[in-house]
């Protein structure tokens, strides 16, 4: 190995966790040795960092595509349940009546959802997202309807994983402030925003290291936000740029994810 190709190499690897050098390290160096070269070419270059942001992000190893599915619907679902919790203690807050406790309760459930879930506690999450959803509708002695479906939609998304395992990891937790941007007055209904194309740009960008961020919040503004969705395209007369902007961010997203997933599940 020539002096060159290993300061390329030892600067490069300190990108990765010391846990990941100390076991893969001298594996690494051995592919790059059999290939006889004198230094690190630009594609070796690029994919020595890659793989560094993936390890960093959590999203190194090989998953079947039913797995990378069935965490992606669970990371949905926590996002749908952060979306719902923090919205709901907002516009609680402004309340001029003040703060709804039973309201406050089903945030309280909706972020201990959140926890077992990323615990591994499947049902236990699903069954907290269920009772944050029945909860404002039945503590008061008689059954009323609640627009918070983003509750039931967590529920539904968690099940795959229940019963087939593939559980949030915890290095995924940094997406659940993906949906708490969608808060932003600004942001909603209007998917022309600046801070919009931005983020979901970001989104779709991130698929190169890790495909679930995309199919996750791709599953989320499919399901959580159909329904604002039709009402801000109903207001809008369907102005063809803004079908084409809520249809079509959702679909790149899930689009992209997936082929992505596809091609890691044949590694």
Not at 27 to 52: F, K, N, P, Y
Not at 146 to 166: D, F, K, Q, T, Y
């Amino acid at each position: 190995m020539t002096a060159e190709l290993e300061r390329s190499y030892t600067r490069l690897l300190r990108l990765y966790p010391a846990g990941y050098r100390r076991e893969r390290g001298d594996e690494m160096l051995d592919v790059l040795l059999a290939s006889g070269a004198t230094r690190l070419s630009l594609r070796e270059r690029r994919a020595l960092i890659l793989g560094a942001l993936r390890c960093r992000a959590g999203a190194t190893g090989r998953r079947d595509l039913g797995t990378t599915w069935r965490q992606s619907a669970a990371l949905a679902a926590c996002m749908l349940m952060a979306f719902g919790a923090v919205s709901t203690v907002a516009r609680e807050i402004a309340w001029p009546a003040g703060p709804d406790w039973r309201e406050c309760v089903a945030a309280a459930l909706g972020l201990a959802g959140i926890l077992v879930a990323f615990r591994g506690w499947l049902p236990a999450a699903i069954g907290c997202a269920v009772a944050a959803y029945l909860f404002p509708m039945l503590s008061d002695g008689r059954l009323t309807y609640s627009w918070s479906v983003e509750w039931l939609l967590a529920a539904v998304l968690l099940i795959p994983a229940a019963v087939r395992g593939g559980r949030p990891p915890w290095r995924q937790a940094y997406l659940l402030v993906l949906p708490l941007a969608l808060l932003e007055p600004s942001l909603v209904p209007s998917p022309l925003q600046t801070g919009w194309i931005v983020l979901l740009a970001a989104v779709l960008a991130w698929t190169v290291l890790d495909e679930r961020a995309a199919l996750a919040f791709g599953l989320m503004l499919t399901l959580g936000l159909a329904d604002q969705g039709v009402a801000a395209l109903s207001g809008l007369g369907f102005e063809t740029t803004y079908v084409a902007m809520w249809v079509g961010w959702p679909g790149a997203m899930l689009v992209a994810g997936s082929v992505v997933a596809r091609r890691r599940a044949r590694i």
